[in-house]
């Protein structure tokens, strides 16, 4: 299985370095009050894909910490309902009646 993750790996690698080496030319960037960069369109791209995963992870950060708080508060509630509930003991057999029949 490690051999085959490790061929996926090399492949895709492979695959964005070929993207990369395709992709060279320059791009400018046009900003405010007429300042321009001109960098590489690998470059652009790879920064945009950072900046989008970036942001993604960060919107499910928020929910992710209220679901834990929630499963925290759970564990809590529920080790207070069974540390505070009695001990019943179980009954045996021969304490069980069997139903009459008629």
């Known amino acids: ?9 090399l492949l895709l690698f492979f695959l964005l370095f070929g993207f990369a080496v395709k992709n060279d030319h320059l791009v400018s960037l046009h900003f405010f009050f007429g300042s321009s960069w001109q960098l590489p369109l690998v470059f652009v791209i790879l920064v945009a894909f950072t900046a989008g995963a970036l942001l993604g992870v960060t919107a499910t950060f928020g929910s992710l910490l209220r679901q834990r708080r929630e499963i925290g508060r759970l ?5 207070r309902a069974t540390r505070d509930r009695p001990a019943t003991p179980i009954p045996s057999a021969a304490e069980v009646q069997a139903p009459e029949t008629f």
């Open 1 to 9: 299985m490690r051999v085959v993750m490790w061929i996926i790996r």
């Open 75 to 79: 564990r809590r509630q529920l080790d």
